[in-house]
Nanobody
Framework: VQLVESGGGLVQAGGSLRLSCAAP????????MGWFRQAPGKEREFVSG????????WLADSVKGRFAIFRDNVKNMVYLQMNSLKPEDTAVYYC????????????????WGQGTQVTVSS
């Protein structure tokens, strides 16, 4: 599974960005999809996840109420809508895919994108 992220950039605090992850393939709906991030000097951390048909989502406490994840199984895309961005959201954001929810939530997925930089200025 090849994952390609896009949509990162520089935004002021309080602003919004939408990240996209393309996952070509006919079995896209079989995968749990997720977003992780890694800030300089910090470990990679879970941000959000969504199950195969999109009716169950998970969000890290640090982004609840500000971020939302959704997917389009026709277009083979998963999105991370990020609102009310804070400087502490600055990181490289990675898309991940796995057939098992537990594996993905632990950050142990076999499939990762190359990452997209999000920078939030104060």
């Amino acid at each position: 599974v090849q994952l390609v992220e896009s949509g990162g950039g520089l935004v002021q605090a309080g602003g919004s960005l939408r990240l996209s992850c393309a996952a070509p393939g006919r079995t896209f709906s079989s995968y749990v999809m997720g977003w992780f991030r890694q800030a300089p000097g910090k470990e990679r951390e879970f941000v959000s996840g969504i199950n195969g048909n999109g009716d169950n989502t998970w969000l890290a406490d640090s982004v609840k109420g500000r971020f939302a994840i959704f997917r389009d199984n026709v277009k083979n895309m998963v999105y991370l809508q990020m609102n009310s961005l804070k400087p502490e959201d600055t990181a490289v954001y990675y898309c991940a895919a796995d057939v098992l929810i537990a594996t993905l939530l632990r950050g142990m997925s076999d499939y990762w994108g190359q990452g997209t930089q999000v920078t939030v200025s104060s």
